[in-house]
């Protein structure tokens, strides 16, 4: 990568147009998930050969169940199917593998899969992939609460002891530093419950072309307009 660019530690993104991508194409909108899934493995590959450490990615919402029966089962078909494809993908790169989200709500096979995928992983430090699935930000916040909350009325925790860094113990990304840059594709600019704790001081970027049509270049440019940022934290 160039040499002047701020290469951000962890970039997240929400990766969203899929349906508009198939539909400007007259294709169903289940073809664009097919390409999003694509379209991810280069974005993957990307992040890692720019020296980006986290990539965290939104695949799946806790509102996205009230999609259309079919479209939910479509997805949780490919779902599967990513899951079971990545095994020998993530092993070669060396990649640490982490759903971000309840697993409860899937299928055992999917379940499965998923905590296959963690404990194959789990040695890996070169780069992380967290998938965002069955995720929502004020969930995990309500989680993270009860399982304080548990703590304290147990007489494990003090309550006086309470502060970021035991909040952050109880949340999906645990361990990790919070995103440096969010990317939505699209052009919409809201980021519908992702990584709501972690967003506190990430930049934003909203570009217009839809995730299906995401890769390399795409991730070179959201690093050009990061490295244009000035992160001032607060200070001047
Ligand atoms: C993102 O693409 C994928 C998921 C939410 C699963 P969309 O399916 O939201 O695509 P649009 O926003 O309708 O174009
Ligand atoms: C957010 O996209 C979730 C994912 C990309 C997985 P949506 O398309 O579901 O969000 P809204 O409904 O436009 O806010
Ligand atoms: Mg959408």
């Known amino acids: ?15 969203d147009g899929n349906g508009r991508w198939a539909k400007s194409k007259g294709l169903p909108r289940t073809v664009g998930h097919t390409n999003g899934a694509k379209a991810l493995q280069r974005v993957v590959e990307a992040c890692k050969k720019f020296g980006v450490k986290i990539l965290t990615v939104y695949a799946f919402s806790t509102e996205n169940w009230s999609r259309p029966k079919e479209e939910v089962d479509f997805l949780m078909d490919l779902f599967a199917k990513y899951l079971k494809n990545q095994s020998k993908k993530l092993a070669e790169n060396k990649i640490r593998f982490r759903v971000l989200g309840d697993k409860s709500r899937f299928s055992k096979d999917i379940q499965e899969s998923m905590i296959k995928l963690e404990n194959e992983t789990k040695d890996f430090d070169e780069f992380y992939l967290n998938v965002a699935m069955n995720y ?3 969930s995990e916040i309500l989680k993270a609460t009860k399982e304080i909350a548990s703590e304290v009325s147990s007489g494990k925790l003090d309550i006086n002891s309470i502060d970021e860094k035991v909040f952050e113990n109880h949340i999906y990304t645990f ?8 990317i939505r594709t699209s052009g919409e600019q809201r980021l519908s419950g992702f990584l709501l704790w972690q967003c506190s001081y990430s930049e934003l970027y909203f570009p217009k072309i839809h995730f299906p049509d995401f890769d390399e270049e795409q991730i070179k440019l959201a690093i050009e307009e990061y490295s244009k940022r000035d992160r001032r934290y607060g200070k001047v």
């Open 175 to 182: 361990g990790q530093p919070s995103p440096d840059l969010i």
């Open 1 to 15: 990568m160039v040499d002047y660019l701020k290469i951000p530690q962890h970039i997240a993104i929400i990766m």
């Open 136 to 138: 929502g930000g004020r």
